[in-house]
């Protein structure tokens, strides 16, 4: 009889697990301080939360004994307003994380790659792994910009997609109009991923009409304060949206997410108030983040801000300001050797 790991998938046994934030009582657990004591800066969350018409919808709510709609119809419908793209090219998902995870195992076979500019989003990677692909990391320039002629350069016959967010996380600038353009000109699968897009305006959805290779993400997780509902919405050619739906799990967004995203689309005006909240938050934090010796700050159009500590110190700032309950992200690569991002919170902490 074999034992049960010789049955696994060798790519899955040797798997890189995704590190994601963790509860803030495990925070305060590990930093030995108060629950009431812990800023979550890591996550890049909503610190206004969602808006108070969910907590009253989801309560008065009577039919979550009932399957949600595999079709999405009303789901599609409110997407289709808000991003002003018609239903059928649109598939909502459990996060943005799932379709990418959708689009990597409806173009990836085993051995496949995709492109990444890095530094960047670890979902990607990730979600390549899992499906047995490879994600070829192309740096990206000394401004964190993309560097288009070492993507093309790394193109192979056996790559399918780039994948890139914009604004970038964890550095926080745009991809180009002119650059995405170059991308999509290449012909491979080219996804936006646009979980930043209410921090700053600029998005790649006109080029949809265009290119049938390009797919743009939206997320409620950051700007609607959705994260723990998981919620997100891919838009793209009406063909690959119809395979799309007729491959994910067909029950794949819950009730709850589905009756919190209608609440949070007929309430925006407070949600786009606390946008702009966070936006002015954003840049007196950079201002004041400037001012420090010693460390270089990049300008974000998203809801974070990127700074580098001087060298060697990195690690010994973000264990200092988790002993003081402030939680930030810290890179533990080559890449981002002393970098550190935090998250935008409210202008009292
Ligand atoms: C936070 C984030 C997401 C995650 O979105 P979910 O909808 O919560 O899955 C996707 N892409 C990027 C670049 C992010 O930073």
């Given at each position: ?13 040797r ?31 909503n ?10 919808a989801?309560?008065?709510f009577r ?7 595999p ?6 419908g ?7 793209v ?7 998902g ?18 496949d790659?995709?492109i ?20 070829v ?18 193109i ?11 604004p ?10 002119a ?9 491979l ?21 265009e ?58 005006g ?34 974070f801000?990127?700074?580098?500590m001087?060298d ?12 003081r ?11 981002l ?13």
């Open positions: 009889m074999p034992e049960i790991e010789e049955l696994l998938l060798p790519h899955i046994s798997l890189k697990t995704y590190q994601g934030v963790s509860p803030s009582e495990t925070l305060a657990e590990e930093a030995g301080i108060p629950l009431e004591q812990v800023i979550r800066l890591n996550g890049n969350e610190p206004y939360g969602p808006s108070p018409q969910v907590a009253e989801l309560g008065s039919d979550y004994n009932h399957y949600p709609d079709s999405q119809r009303r789901l599609r409110a997407l289709s307003d808000y991003l002003g018609a239903e059928e090219n649109i598939v909502a459990n996060g943005s994380d799932e379709i990418i995870d959708l689009l990597m195992r409806m173009f990836l076979a085993p051995g790659e995709i990444i500019p890095v530094p960047t989003f670890g979902m990607y990677s990730f979600s390549a792994d899992v499906a047995g692909a490879q994600a990391a192309v740096p990206r320039d000394d401004n964190f910009d993309i560097d288009i002629e070492a993507i093309r350069g790394a192979t016959p056996r790559t399918k997609a780039i994948f890139f967010p914009t970038n996380n964890p550095t926080g600038n745009v991809v180009t109009e650059q995405a353009r170059a991308l999509l000109d290449t012909g699968l080219v996804v936006s991923d646009e979980a930043y897009y209410d921090f700053c305006g600029q998005t790649l959805k006109p080029l949809l009409s290119y049938r290779n390009l797919v743009v993400l939206r997320t409620f997780s950051k700007w609607a304060g959705l994260a723990g509902l998981r919620i997100g919405a891919g838009a793209m050619d009406a063909e690959l949206a119809a395979t799309m739906m007729g491959m994910k799990p067909p029950y794949n967004v819950n009730l709850a997410a589905e009756v919190a995203l209608l609440a949070s689309l007929s309430d925006t407070i949600l786009l108030d606390r946008v702009d909240a966070i936006v002015k938050e954003r840049g007196r934090m950079y201002r004041l983040l400037c001012e420090i010796p010693g460390i270089t700050v990049w300008p974000s159009q998203a809801n801000i990127l700074c580098k001087p060697g110190r990195g690690l010994e700032v973000y264990e200092a300001m988790c002993r309950g402030v939680f930030l992200r810290y890179f533990d690569n080559d890449l050797r002393d970098y550190i991002r935090s998250s935008v919170g409210k202008p009292e902490g």
